[in-house]
């Protein structure tokens, strides 16, 4: 089946830090990857995606290259802000005819000023 | 451009109880689908519709029913509630054709 496997455990670091979350996937077909965070108290919202093998998305100064060779979409931030204090879950999709989303288990991440 | 809405915003039940939760999908998009997120856990995938049909469904019991309206809003309701039910659950509106889904604000359920 479809899997996202995140690493264990929230993730505390100084502001101007550099942050790394790492995510791999178990998929059958060719998925799309997704990086969504949610806010306390708020839903998921689309932080960046890839959706083919080599792709890199970027968003806000976050970004993820998508890995067919290690199967991984690894998060990346150069300098991380307090307002970057988030969860963040790393997707996958494969679309057949079907376009839901199988997510890991989320990662905490505290900016500490 | 309206965004995904979902309402009510909080419920507490009492184990038994059924509640209807709904979903109003973004201008354009004729596909929902609801996912439920327990405490400290990823989103997990209840079923989709699509021009008012159910699309797949995840690993959810029979309890778990949706409808979907001819406007794409939807509902999601649920049966026999138990206390497991306590969640979160997310609604996400897309263009079936497309890979990107945009989520509403949750509806945050307390069964008792």
């Known amino acids: 089946g479809n899997s996202v496997t995140q690493m264990e455990g929230p993730v505390t670091l100084s502001e101007e830090a550099f942050l790394t979350i790492n995510c791999t996937y178990t998929a059958t077909g060719y998925p799309s990857l997704f990086w969504y965070v949610q806010y306390p108290g708020e839903g998921l919202q689309l932080l960046l995606k890839a959706t083919k093998a080599d792709d890199k998305g970027s968003n806000k100064g976050f970004e993820a290259t998508y890995r067919k060779e290690t199967t991984s979409f690894h998060l990346e931030k150069g300098s991380v802000q307090v307002s970057d204090s988030a969860v963040y879950f790393c997707?996958?999709?494969?679309?057949?005819?079907?376009?839901?989303?199988?997510f890991g288990k989320g990662n905490q991440v505290v900016v500490i000023p | 451009e309206t965004g995904v809405t979902q309402s009510p915003t909080h419920l507490i039940k009492t184990r038994g109880q059924q509640v209807t939760l709904r979903c109003s999908s973004q201008?354009?998009?004729?596909?929902v689908s609801w996912y439920q997120q327990a405490l400290g856990q990823g989103p997990q995938f209840i079923f989709q519709?699509?021009?008012?049909?159910?699309?797949g469904r995840g690993n959810f019991p029979p309890r778990f029913s949706g409808l979907q309206f001819p406007n794409y809003s939807s509902e999601l309701n649920v049966n026999a509630l138990e206390l497991d039910d306590s969640a979160l659950y997310l609604c996400?509106?897309?263009?079936?054709?497309?890979?990107?889904?945009?989520f509403g604000p949750g509806t945050r359920l307390t069964v008792l």
């Open positions: 519709y699509y021009r008012e049909e159910e699309n």
């Open positions: 997707a996958l999709s494969v679309s057949y005819g079907n376009n839901r989303l199988a």
């Open positions: 201008s354009g998009h004729n596909t």
């Open positions: 996400a509106s897309s263009a079936l054709a497309g890979n990107e889904q945009f």
